[in-house]
């Protein structure tokens, strides 16, 4: 190693530039002369080989990050997704609180917008409830068809083609980007309601601060994270029930005078020649329009499978059905429980009509002040702090249709890789900074935010029941239910694409462009991705189709490694010409010289493959395949060939453990792995394919192990 004219050290260093004079370490002294120089090396800060390296903040890096994040999962236990994956209640709590929480905004803005005909609260709320269940119920059926997960991403993939499935995958990134931020600016709205406007210059920076700690909440893992939050979701629950059963019994005895109500309004409303029946007709459908973003998370449950407890679709329909209850039941009856208590939304009005609720249902029922002030709070925080659980499904499913997308090469592909907590950590990572960017750009205006976000759910909606639509007309000749699945869903379809037209032309100049400009311009490029992705893939098919021609020795080489020869180390992914191309081309490299190969690959786990119980094994297997076929090749070329791997979610961290174990076994092993190379490098190869064999190289090379990286060339 040679320093740099910018090293300094005390004293006079050496020159290593000036050659030693012949003979000077021939001589009886020899030994001792390489030790001084060595000694010398240590002096100025040049490690030698095989000597152990200061580890003191690595050892304070990783207790900080197992502090908040927690330590790596263990692949090797057997119960090892029996521990991460979620019964029904919990999947209830972590996907079904985006559902529910959406009762905190969804009924009141579809209020807000009766303009003042409120006697159409009664049929709104009917129409929201059967809303939920139509589409649960359709969803509980994609779960059936689709038990591997991918959601309205992967319906629409399979059944109307990959287009419509990129459009369908990017409308539910934009919607749960959308998802986390509407639900923490809610919270803000609720938590902030119970204070004074004083405090109001707090809201933002608290809401920014909510979405960061989610982010490390969820970087813990998804089980992790739902099970800190659910007392959250069972003391709304409860308060809730209390909430509207009481504003319901309160006025069971006035239920002739609440008819009496509706019907004279309807009445005079439809005689009204400003007005009449398509008026009425109208008003109700903006309000309905613009309580859309109630609906928001019903699909969560079709796109997180790989999260469900075994049987998975007994347990994700049993999740369905929570989820479609607890939220036609909230939706329903707070709208019912406005009319009945008569709120209305207030102008310029800081308080929430949730709130407004619930003071006016203590004072009406007489609570004493003790008690009406803590139901008060308790309802008050449950709600605020719901909405901050209710972000978590934009966390659990966000990156795991980001994960879907990637493995099928319409996004950065490093977006499918686990943390070694298991969780789609990347993709975590995107979705929280692009929640706080909507965040900063909304300043936190819920009205706003829903404006924006109610459009794209129903893209996903509509496509996923014209999907089906079309899957059910197909069985028409194979399958008996096809009748009932294929009217279910139309009428699924009518309903999403009729509240899907109506919001962008109610909302499309008052904000909804902007939606629509954002998720296009995602399509876009994932298109360009793809488009990329598919060119490098049909030249390195090439090679691959180039490599298979190769010819053999009639018969291969069984001979033993010999662990004390010079030993070429090879790094490999699946079997590929990109890995043969690496094996070859070490052998040019020092022709002659090596006269063992060992190989080695890593099976990674990621999003893609870590679907059940055997996924890990099942990995293991695979890798072995694939090495057993370069030993294979190796060895009919006439060369001794060994091979060993691991399993991991780090390519990088395992390649170099593994690397570390072979040189101990090889100690005159060189490590050869193969790179594409393109010849005029632009950050887009940069950011489209990892860089693993760069950091690994920096990795070996620092710990004093030779490791070559060989060019494969893309035009």
Known sequence: MTPTSDDSSAGNPPNFDKPLPTNTLNGPDSGAQVEALLEEE??????????????????????????????????????????????????????????LSSSCYGPSEAVGHLKGHYYLAVFLGLAIAATVFIIAACYSHIIEEFPSGGGGYLVASKLLGKRFGVVSGCALLVDYILTITVSIAAAGDAVFSLVGPEWSSWKLPSEFFAIIALIVLNLRGVKESVQILMPIFILFLI???????GSIGMHLSAAGEVVHQVATGLHENAANPNIGILGIL???????????????????????????????????????????????????????????????????????????????????????????????????????TLLFVGAQAGFIDGPRVLGYMAHDSWMPRWFANLSERLATH?????????????????????????????????????????????????????????????????????VCVGILLTNICMKFFVGGWLTVAVTGGLVIIAFLIHGYYRGVGEKLKKLDETLTKLVALPTPNEAPTDPVKPTAVILVGGYSGLGVHTMLNSIRFAPGHF????????????????????????????????????????????????SYSSIGTDAVDELEKVCMEVSQLFPKATFFAGQLVFHKETWVDRLLHNQTAFSLQRRLQWAGFPMVILPCRVR
């Open 42 to 99: 240590k002096r100025i800060g040049v490690v030698s080989e095989g000597e152990s390296l200061p580890e003191s903040k690595g050892r304070f890096w990783n207790a900080a990050k197992g502090l908040l994040i927690g330590k790596p999962r263990n692949l090797a236990d057997q119960s090892l997704f029996h521990s991460v994956s979620l019964v029904a209640f919990l999947a209830w709590v972590g996907l079904g609180a985006d559902g």
């Open 239 to 245: 308060t809730h029930a209390i909430l509207i059963f």
């Open 282 to 384: 109208g008003i109700f459908l903006y309000a309905y329009s613009m309580g859309s973003g109630t609906y928001t998370g019903l699909e969560a449950v079709s796109n997180s499978m790989p999260v469900m407890r075994e049987p998975r679709v007994a347990t994700a329909k049993r999740t369905m059905r929570y989820m479609a209850w607890s939220l036609a039941f909230t939706a329903g009856g707070l709208i019912v429980a406005y009319l009945l208590l008569h709120i209305e939304p207030q102008e310029g009005g800081t308080e929430t009509m949730n709130a407004m609720l619930t003071q006016k249902f203590v004072d009406a029922t007489g609570m004493p002040g003790w008690l009406g002030g803590t139901f008060w709070l308790l309802t008050l925080l449950s709600e605020g």
């Open 426 to 494: 990347n993709g975590i990572l995107l979705m929280g900074l692009a929640a706080l960017a909507a965040l900063w750009y909304t300043a936190g205006n819920v009205t706003m935010l829903v404006l924006f976000y109610s459009i794209n759910v129903f893209v996903t909606f509509s496509l996923s029941m014209i999907g089906m639509c079309r899957h059910w007309w197909e069985l028409r000749r194979e399958n008996p239910l096809w009748r009932r699945r294929l009217a279910l869903f139309s009428f699924g379809a009518v």
């Open 595 to 642: 006269v063992n190969f060992v190989f080695v690959s890593v099976g990674v786990v990621d999003s893609g493959n870590f679907k059940g119980t055997g996924a890990v094994e099942a990995l293991r297997e695979y890798t072995e395949v694939n090495l057993q076929k370069y030993v294979a090749l190796a060895r009919s070329l006439g060369m001794p060939a060994v």
